[in-house]
């Protein structure tokens, strides 16, 4: 296979930046023999990954930094018939148990003949207004693209494809994640992953 990026890692990452970001998402964990995934940053450091050990479709998995500080946990909500996650956000090494960061439900529609593969997010409740924002992340079946965009229908994040500079796809299991400014990139992350085991590529 071809090679991503050089195995590089990067010490300390900001999470929010003014600028759009490129991420490539590599469907393999670092650890092997485990399941999960690798992101890497434009520069080809590893920023983000996820490591499911020896499990594979487990119902909790944790979103990590490249130092193993783990920066959202996702559980999986039984009795949902397509498929529910939720996420909380950790501070400090420590689990906000107050209330899920945000909740991620498919919306696949069966009798549809295009079927398309939406999910609907929701996000906490804001502490000053007690209002809950949402997103729908937009698909298809099978297909590994998706956006993310929120109510007015703004672009916020997209999932494509990885290919050479030549032009030549890299596989299924390579992505390219664009994160549009002001997006907090390890709430992205959290989001792609939920996406990711809802349609069990985790």
């Not at 890692?9 to 930046?17: E, F, N, P």
Request: aromatic content about 8%.
């Amino acid at each position: 296979m071809a090679k991503i990026h050089p195995q590089t890692s990067v010490k300390g990452s900001d999470h929010l930046t003014s600028e759009r970001e490129t991420f490539t998402i590599w469907m393999k964990s670092l650890v092997f023999h485990g399941n999960g995934c690798t992101v890497f940053n434009s520069k080809g450091e590893v920023v983000f990954r996820v490591d499911n050990y020896q499990t594979r479709h487990s119902s909790e998995v944790f979103l990590m930094d490249i130092n193993g500080v783990v920066l959202f946990s996702m559980k999986r909500k039984k009795l949902q018939m397509f498929g529910c996650w939720e996420g909380y956000k950790w501070i400090d090494s420590k689990l906000n148990k107050e209330r899920p960061g945000f909740q991620v439900r498919s919306n696949c529609n069966i009798f549809r003949r295009n079927r398309h593969k939406n999910c609907h997010v929701t996000l906490g409740c804001e502490k000053t207004t007690g209002r809950r924002n949402s997103y729908k992340i937009t698909g298809l079946e099978g297909k590994s693209t998706f956006k993310i965009i929120d109510n007015a229908g703004h672009l916020l994040a997209e999932v494509i494809k990885k290919q050479s500079l030549s032009g030549v796809p890299l596989g299924d299991d390579v992505l390219t994640l664009v994160v549009e400014p002001q997006m907090d990139h390890s709430l992205v992350m959290a989001l792609v992953i939920a996406h990711g085991l809802i349609n069990q590529k985790l």
